[in-house]
C-alpha cells in the first residue's frame, strides 16, 4: 500500500495551496481518505477528510478555507487551502482508510511565511 502525495512546499500568507494524495497498491477502494497535519512541536491534527460517498469533515483551524474533494475511480484526494496562515505551517500527512485499516503517507511539508 502507498500514498503518494504532491504539493506543498513554502506560500506567503493569504496564499493557496492544492495538495493531492494518491493511493495504490492494495487499497482499491478506499472507505475514506484525507489530511492530517502535524505543527512544530504539537500533536497531528485533523485538517479534513472524505468518504467515499462524498461526506466530508474538516477541522476547526481549516473550515471556512478549506474544500477536499475526491476522485473514488482514481484513488485520489485533493485538498485546496486558501487564506494561508503561518499557522497552517506543519507536515501534513495523507491518511486512507479500508476496511478499518488506517494507512499514512509520508508527509509533506507546507510552509507559510513571507
Known amino acids: 500500500v502507498q500514498l503518494q502525495a504532491f504539493g506543498g512546499g513554502l506560500v506567503k500568507p493569504g496564499g493557496s495551496l492544492r495538495l493531492s494524495c494518491t493511493a495504490s497498491?492494495?487499497?482499491?477502494?478506499?472507505?475514506?481518505m484525507g489530511w492530517y497535519r502535524q505543527p512544530p512541536g504539537k500533536q497531528r491534527e485533523l485538517v479534513a477528510t472524505i468518504t467515499s460517498g462524498g461526506v466530508t469533515n474538516y477541522g476547526d483551524s481549516v473550515k471556512g478555507r478549506a474544500i477536499i474533494s475526491g476522485d473514488n475511480a482514481k484513488n485520489t484526494v485533493y485538498l485546496q487551502m486558501n487564506s494561508l496562515k503561518p499557522e497552517d505551517t506543519a507536515v501534513y500527512y495523507c491518511?486512507?482508510?479500508?476496511?478499518?485499516?488506517?494507512?499514512w503517507g509520508q508527509g509533506t511539508q507546507v510552509t507559510v511565511s513571507s
Open positions: 497498491g492494495s487499497i482499491l477502494s478506499p472507505n475514506s
Open positions: 491518511n486512507a482508510i479500508h476496511y478499518g485499516v488506517s494507512y
